[in-house]
C-alpha cells in the first residue's frame, strides 16, 4: 500500500508541474555538445542557468566545459536526482525552485531552456528583464523554439540563440 501512495504522490508532483510549465523531457547529450561547443563557446568564464533543470544533464554538461552551472527545477523527485547524479561536480548547484519568481545570479551569462511553445515568450521576457535589472548581456539558449518577433543571432540544429542587452526594447 505504500508503494501505491508513493507512486500517487509522484504521479501527482510530476502531473502539478505542468501547470508551471514544460513536463519533463531530457536534452541529449549530442544536442548539448552542439549547443555548448558550436552555438554559444562556453567555458570558465560562463556561469549557466537552466530554468527547468530537470535531472541536471544540462548542467554536468555545462560543468564539464568548466562553467558554473545553477539550476533551477519544480518537481523536488528531479531536483533529487540532480543532486545525486551531480554529486561529483562541485561546478553544479540544483535548486528547488519556481523559475518564474527566481532572480538570476548577477554572475549569471547564459540561460538554458527547454521549455514549450506556450511559455517561451515570458520565459524570454523574463530573461529580458532580468538583463536590464542585473545591467548586463544575457545570452538566452532556447532549445527547440524561437522566440516569437525576436530575431536569433545563431541557430544550430534544434538550438537559437539570442541576446538580450540591458537597452533592448521589448519585441516580443
Ligand atoms: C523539458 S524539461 C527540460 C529539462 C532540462 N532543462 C533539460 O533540458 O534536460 C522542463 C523541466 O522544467 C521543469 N519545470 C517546469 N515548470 C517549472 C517551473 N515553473 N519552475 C521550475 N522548473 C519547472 C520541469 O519539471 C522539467 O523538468
Redesign the pocket.
Known sequence: MTWFWLLFAVVVI?GF??F????????RKKELAKAFDELYRLSAKDVLV??????G??LREAAKRQARAI?????PV?VVISQMLSRRQPLVETCL????FVRLPPETTVV?????SRDITKMAKKVADEAKRLKKTLAFIS?GFVVPGQTPVKKVGAYYLYRFTPLQTDEA
Open positions: 510530476f508541474v505542468v508551471r510549465g514544460a513536463p519533463y523531457v531530457p536534452s537552466d530554468i527547468g533543470s530537470g535531472d544533464i544540462v539550476g533551477y527545477e519544480l518537481n528531479l525552485a519556481d523559475f518564474w538554458y531552456v527547454f521549455g514549450e532549445y
